[in-house]
Nanobody, 123 residues
Framework: VQLQASGGGLVQAGDSLLLSCAATGPAFDTYHIGWLRQAPGKEREFVAAILRNGGYRYYADSVRGRFTISRDNVKNTVYLQMNSLKIEDAAVYYC?????????????????WGQGTQVTVSS
């Protein structure tokens, strides 16, 4: 599966952004999808994940209640709706796919990665 993230940009604190992750290749609905982010000088960290059938969703504590992950298996796309953005949300956001159910919050569990989309939040 190949992934392409889009939708990043420059916003002010408190604004919203919708990130999209478009997938190409067969059997998209067999992959669990995650969003992870990496800020300068920091390690890549888990943001949100959704199981292949959309039945379960997981969030990092830092974004729970503000971010929503969803997927459309007909359109082969996963979304990350980000509301009430904070300065500390600024990072490059990556979508990634994995086959196994476990390890959703670990970057090492993802075998396929998109190229990343930059999110910048100004005060």
């Amino acid at each position: 599966v190949q992934l392409q993230a889009s939708g990043g940009g420059l916003v002010q604190a408190g604004d919203s952004l919708l990130l999209s992750c478009a997938a190409t290749g067969p059997a998209f609905d067999t992959y669990h999808i995650g969003w992870l982010r990496q800020a300068p000088g920091k390690e890549r960290e888990f943001v949100a994940a959704i199981l292949r059938n959309g039945g379960y969703r997981y969030y990092a504590d830092s974004v729970r209640g503000r971010f929503t992950i969803s997927r459309d298996n007909v359109k082969n796309t996963v979304y990350l709706q980000m509301n009430s953005l904070k300065i500390e949300d600024a990072a490059v956001y990556y979508c990634a796919a994995r086959s196994l159910m476990g390890g959703y919050n670990m970057a090492a569990s993802y075998g396929y990665w998109g190229q990343g989309t930059q999110v910048t939040v100004s005060s």
